[in-house]
């Protein structure tokens, strides 16, 4: 429960960035997240060719408690959109890791994030 | 499950006999698009049958204990029934000429000069025709006031975490762009996020106080200066109005824009019960944007907009026989409106202290009308989510408090006791309770299943999130 993945990249609100190649980058959210989040329902995808930028929401999932807003670890432009999460969003509680929501092309500022020490660390002070 | 009355119906059977008519009968043959329109056949003794079966498997405040929080389930005095239903209020017409309506043209302006003497403002409107309504009107005349002082660049709404869903959803409605401002670990606005968020692009910030904690914010003075200092506008959630009436008013606090939800604090019916009401008051400088339709002492006729006015929010007068329930309980409750709000917060701290040798409070503090209780630890050590408890209270006819809200708690469970309940109601609770956190040590599996004794046990939530079934298809 609440397993962290060596090699990804964190935001304190839960979301994870993977990079994928020199300048595309995959984006998640957190075995915690799902954990908290419960029985997702519904995943409100952005549109290929958004911007996104490092800590501003780019999408929204839907669970039977909430829907919470999710944040976008990484800045570029979304080059593709996880579609099987609109008939499925339930693989995201099935395998958070695995699992992204987009794909970025764009840059990776990890002045901002936690690496996986950090977040296992963060989340231990905050839970 | 009962059965629907589309499944009840019986060729040929009725409830209602029309008597004979004296009028010459028409006929219908020349339209073209006939068919039958499928209403339900039966007779009168299964009708009512039907209805009060229906009845007896819903919960209301008549039946029982209804804590659910940020919702203030207060009772709702007959006596306003009463009112609500004299001739003069229920048979008129919006049409029918000024002159036979006077009175009910001065009741309206009783209400409005009422709720701005409570609230501390200069004027109100009945137009929306509920709470979230009343947000959007709001917003709607934030952005027409920045708008008229050519001050464009204005485009940013702040609304703490803590905040009711309806708000960032109203300034997002009304063009707004919305930011959040975290709550501080008392629970209140973090003032020195806010200090980082109010800029030059700040159109307002939406505020509930006290909030969907339960807490008073006892920085709010510093908090609007804040923000008009930056030229912004500051907004009141009204949904929490109930436990400050006579103590403390939104004006005084520097707040421009209110609006009320008139099935809290002054005892309409909710939901179902409806229709709503929720009626917007502002400060001198907003009033010339008031919507068309609201009933102000300057205007030529009734018809005529103020000068700046957002146009209609509604037709005719907004809902008046709900604004008269409202009316009558205000008159009713005279200077006793400040003992309601002493009484909620006196049952709702009594609550949680009673339950707090037990329950973990999230922010454990003197409370207003409502606190919230977090069961993180009991769902880490007994897997007994605040779910699980809520389905459990149902088996002893007590209606769950709010679950899962606000967001910032884990786990949450958000208790609103309301004036109305007696201390014996209370105890009954406090001890119900007590006890379904013995069972959830005793026998975490007791919750986890229950309830068993209503109509529908437990409901597969996600299942029906992840594929409803929202229209019914006759066979």
């Known amino acids: ?127 | 499950m009962a059965k629907l009355i589309f499944e009840l119906s019986s060729l040929g059977h009725q409830a209602v006999t029309f008597p004979p008519s004296h009028l010459p009968s028409v006929s219908f043959d020349e339209f073209e698009n006939q068919g039958n329109i499928d209403l339900p056949e039966i007779a009168e003794i299964d009708l009512v049958r039907h209805y009060i079966g229906l009845s007896k498997m819903a919960h209301g405040v008549d039946t029982g204990f209804y804590p659910l929080g940020s919702c203030t389930m207060k009772y709702n005095p007959k006596l306003n029934e009463d009112v609500a239903s004299l001739e003069g209020f229920a048979k008129i017409h919006p049409l029918q000429p000024l002159w036979s309506v006077q009175g009910n043209l001065k009741a309206m302006r009783h209400l409005q000069d009422a709720l701005s003497e409570i609230c501390g403002m200069d004027e109100f409107t009945l137009q929306p025709a509920a709470g979230a309504h009343g947000e959007f009107t709001g917003m709607l005349i934030i952005a027409a006031y920045h708008r008229q002082n050519n001050d464009l660049k204005r485009t940013k709404v702040i609304v703490p975490d803590a905040a009711h869903g309806t708000n960032p959803a109203s300034a997002v409605m009304a063009g707004f762009d919305v930011v959040t401002v975290k709550s501080n670990a008392c629970g209140g606005v973090d003032l020195d996020e806010l200090r980082s968020l109010v800029d030059e692009n700040t159109a307002a910030l939406m505020l509930t106080n006290p909030n969907t904690l339960g807490l008073f914010d006892p920085n709010i003075k510093a908090i609007a200066d804040l923000v008009h200092e930056a030229g912004g506008l500051l907004y009141y959630d009204g949904a929490n109005l109930n436990a400050i009436m006579g103590l403390s008013r939104p004006g005084d606090m520097g707040f421009d824009v209110v609006h009320l939800n008139l099935h809290k604090t002054f005892s309409t019916p909710h939901g179902g019960g409806g229709p709503g009401s929720g009626p917007v008051g502002v400060k001198t400088h907003l009033i010339p944007y008031l919507p068309k339709g609201s009933y102000l002492k300057d205007l030529p006729t009734l018809e005529s907009a103020p000068s700046l006015s957002i146009g209609r929010m509604r037709s005719f007068h907004g809902n008046f026989l709900t604004t008269m329930r409202a009316l009558t309980y205000i008159l009713f409750n005279g200077k006793g409106l400040k003992d309601v709000s002493m009484n909620a917060v006196l049952n709702a701290n009594y609550m949680m202290h009673q339950l707090s040798d037990v329950y973990t409070v999230a922010y454990p503090q003197t409370c207003m009308h409502e606190f919230v209780l977090t069961l993180e630890k009991e769902k880490d050590q007994y897997n007994v989510s605040a779910k699980d408890l809520s389905k459990a209270m149902l088996d002893h006819n007590m209606h769950p408090p709010t679950m899962y809200f606000p967001q910032i708690v884990h786990e949450a469970l958000m208790i609103e006791p309301n004036e109305t309940e007696s201390k014996a109601t209370l105890d009954e609770a406090i001890s119900l309770l007590k006890q379904l956190h013995q069972t959830m040590i005793d026998d975490p599996s007791y919750l986890q299943n229950a309830p068993y004794t209503t109509p529908v046990l437990r409901v597969d939530d996600v299942l029906a999130a992840r594929v409803p079934i929202l229209k019914y298809h006759k066979e």
């Not at chain 1, 800045?75 to 987009?102: A, C, F, H, K, R």
């Open chain 1, 1 to 127: 429960m609440n397993s962290v993945k060596e090699g990804y990249y964190y935001l304190s609100t839960h979301e994870w960035v993977k990079q994928e190649s020199d300048t595309t980058f995959l984006v998640g959210i957190s075995d915690f997240a799902q954990h908290a989040l419960g029985d997702i329902v519904y995943v409100a995808l952005p549109e290929v060719n958004d911007n996104v930028k490092q800590g501003e929401r780019f999408c929204d999932v839907e669970s039977v408690k909430a829907v919470s807003d999710v944040y976008s670890p990484v800045s570029g432009t979304i080059t593709e959109i996880n579609t099987s999460l609109e008939d499925s969003p339930e693989l995201l509680n099935q395998d958070p890791y695995g699992v992204w929501i987009m794909k970025v092309e764009g840059s990776l500022d990890t002045s901002g994030l936690l690496d996986s020490a950090a977040y296992t660390l963060h989340l231990e002070n905050e839970h």
